[in-house]
């Protein structure tokens, strides 16, 4: 696990050297045992690539980077793990390569050389790497399946930078950071973010999820992302529930397996949910004398405490269980630091809850740390996508099953009402034009009173809600093509971008076991009931999976909490200081300062409802005087 950076100028800057320099110092938290840089010369410029070094496989020098290829001419920084790495070096061996270390950044570069890119698809693992071919000078920019691994870049004519995360482009870059507003209307209204190219700095872009950008220095011109990888929603196989249950047990058992690959101590972030416990759990069934140490946070005193579920299976296991308590003045003197980890604006706080988890695995010397992400967006959790699911159920004429199954969604707490989810259904089913008036209409309005849509507007900010969705989902599969979206574009990539920042702050690697292609493929292709049952029980199969592994009680939890904080309690103590924060002119002129202060004040005192709004207000005003962005 590293931090990479680098690019290419046909000119290059006079002061490179100690830019660079600079850059791998904003990284040094993402791997401070080991850095380095290499360069190289041609008559269309120069290019450069560094990277800091965080030791997990093969300690030693052999796993040094920027790695060159035996023979001179390809130069690699990677970022990640390619958990299969043993059996693709014995597969290569039997090729004809050889092999000077036991690392898998030498396994990656030769698979390169071997395969060429379709070398990709037989990676378990996550990466972001840069691989430079110095015979004709290209430069190409990878990013795993899921962008599980962060790739930033920048390109205008004549020089491309990139690097792990902003700080390191932005000290590549002589320009002064300044604000995308679109990005920052879509976070501020919206709630979205992470789910696209754009950043919350103008010019610098995410390398998308599955893709590859390759550089020719010869023309300086870079191509458009070529996607390597995408979901299948298509329906595969007929398979019972319980043979495709056997099927999944073993494939996340092995996942598990190869997770746990580590030359490294390592442990688990156990929330007490299904899916991180399903992982502790696999653990031990893997590793019967393996000591785990699990990580968790308790809102101790509060309806949101899932303590008693990580006892139970720490007790289970025979983990050691490690637990932190936090109080709201501690989130005010931790904030700016985890603003400066995150890089730009997040949704809650329960992203804090996170950070304090691997500051907590950090003390007690864990390095490597397994997560249950991705879960819920492959198994159809959090609140089940019941309208999705409904809207299958319709496509393919399940008229009474549907209504069923709707009525079925009252057991569950903490879903949707009934009059939701069918106003929900009713939604997806509109075509644009009406959906954006039903959207209008409900109050979700694109001009909220604190916020000049004017001046966005002016600047070509489009304030229409983006309304994406999987490409021609078939009928009867309006579920799966929802999971995908999530998956690959939007939901779960600002999640991975929260564990990313916040374990390699404390230079701790987050393995999210759940995301592999394999399984993704195998989940996304079955029945929607094998995923969401009748009854409207998420995560059906996977339940029915862990039997005999996991805990009954786990399993068969209708609740959700995972690593939620008493938001409204913490905002209520720290009202003071949030007041000042946002009297702050940060340059954002879009936003009426004594306006978000007055709907602040009537959040605080009861007079309007909390919502994730509210925080959001915060996040920005302050991350735009920790990170000195120009609005």
């Known amino acids: 696990m590293c931090g990479i950076l680098g690019g290419w100028w046909r000119t290059p800057l006079p002061d490179l050297p100690s830019r660079i320099e600079r850059g791998l110092l904003a990284l040094k938290h993402r791997g401070p045992n080991d850095h380095g840089v290499e360069s190289a010369h041609a008559r269309w410029g120069e290019t450069a690539l560094g990277q800091t070094r965080l030791s997990i496989i093969d300690l030693s020098a052999g796993g040094h980077q920027p790695m060159r290829s035996s023979d001179g001419r390809y130069i690699l920084v990677y970022n990640g793990e390619i958990y299969n790495y043993k059996e693709l070096?014995?597969?290569?061996?039997?090729?004809?390569?050889?092999?000077?270390?036991?690392?898998?950044?030498?396994?990656?570069?030769?698979?390169?050389?071997?395969w060429g890119p379709c070398c990709l698809t037989r990676f378990k693992g996550m990466f972001a790497f840069a691989i430079l071919d110095t015979k004709d000078g290209s430069l190409s920019l990878v990013r795993d399946a899921f962008g599980i691994k962060p790739l930033f870049y920048r390109y205008t004519d004549g020089q491309l930078v990139f690097g792990s995360e902003l700080p390191a482009i932005l000290a590549l870059t002589p320009e002064e950071p300044r604000l995308d507003w679109q990005s920052a209307y879509d976070y501020l209204v919206h709630g979205r973010y992470d789910h696209g190219a754009r950043t919350f700095v103008d010019g610098i872009r995410h390398v998308p999820a599955g893709s590859i950008l390759t550089l020719s220095p010869q023309?300086?011109?870079?191509?458009?992302p070529a996607v390597w990888w995408t979901p299948s929603i298509q329906t595969r196989e007929k398979i019972s529930v319980a043979d495709a249950a056997v099927q999944l047990r073993e494939r996340f058992l092995q996942n598990v397996r190869l997770h746990l690959r580590s030359d490294v101590?390592?442990?688990?972030?156990?929330?007490?949910?299904?899916?991180?416990?399903?992982?502790?759990?696999?653990?031990?069934?893997?590793?019967?004398?393996?000591?785990?140490?699990?990580?968790?946070?308790?809102?101790?005193?509060?309806?949101?405490?899932?303590?008693?579920?990580?006892?139970?299976?720490?007790?289970?296991?025979?983990?050691h269980g490690h637990k932190v308590v936090v109080e709201p003045d501690e989130l005010a003197a931790d904030l700016d630091d985890m603003i400066r980890a995150q890089g730009e604006p997040f949704g809650s706080t329960s992203i804090y809850a996170q950070y304090r988890v691997f500051k907590l695995a950090k003390e007690n010397g864990i390095t490597v740390a397994?997560?249950?992400?991705?879960?819920?967006?492959?198994?159809?959790?959090?609140?089940?996508?019941?309208?999705?699911?409904?809207?299958?159920?319709?496509q393919e004429g399940r008229l009474t099953e549907a209504w069923a199954f709707l009525g079925r969604q009252r057991q569950w707490p903490g879903r949707p009402s009934s009059r939701a989810i069918l106003q929900e259904t009713v939604a997806l089913m509109l075509p644009d034009a009406l959906y954006h008036r039903a959207r209008n209409a409900s109050g979700r309005k694109s001009a909220p009173a604190w916020l000049d849509v004017d001046q966005c507007i002016e600047a070509g900010v489009v304030t229409q809600f983006p309304r994406d969705g999987w490409p021609s989902p078939a009928r009867g599969r309006r579920l799966m093509g929802e999971l995908a979206q999530s998956l690959t574009r939007r939901g779960l990539g600002w999640l991975l971008r929260h564990g990313d920042r916040n374990s390699m702050r404390f230079s701790i690697e987050s393995r999210v076991p759940f995301l592999t292609t394999d399984m993704t493929d195998f989940l996304l292709g079955l029945p929607e009931e094998h995923l969401i049952s009748a009854d409207g029980e998420t995560k059906h199969i996977f339940r029915a999976a862990m039997r005999g592994i996991t805990p009954d009680a786990i399993l068969d939890r209708k609740d959700k909490i995972g690593f939620e904080t008493p938001e409204l309690e913490w905002l209520r103590a720290l009202a003071p200081q949030i007041r000042g924060w946002l009297s702050e002119n940060t340059g954002a002129s879009f936003l009426d300062r004594t306006q978000l202060i007055a709907e602040f004040d009537a959040v605080i005192d009861g007079r309007k409802p909390f919502g994730w709004q509210t925080w959001r207000w915060i996040n920005f005003q302050r991350w735009m005087q920790v990170m000195n962005i120009r609005a």
Request: proline share 4%; with cysteine; charged share 20%.
């Open 370 to 394: 397994l997560e249950g992400q991705g879960a819920d967006e492959l198994l159809a959790g959090y609140h089940g996508y019941p309208a999705h699911r409904i809207v299958s159920l319709l």
């Open 265 to 319: 101590p390592l442990g688990a972030a156990l929330s007490g949910g299904v899916d991180s416990s399903a992982i502790v759990c696999a653990m031990r069934h893997i590793e019967p004398d393996l000591p785990i140490h699990t990580f968790s946070f308790i809102a101790r005193g509060s309806q949101k405490s899932e303590e008693k579920w990580v006892d139970l299976v720490n007790a289970q296991v025979g983990a």
């Open 219 to 224: 023309t300086g011109a870079l191509s458009a």
């Open 89 to 114: 070096r014995q597969e290569l061996r039997q090729a004809g390569h050889h092999f000077q270390s036991d690392s898998d950044t030498e396994v990656l570069l030769t698979a390169w050389i071997h």
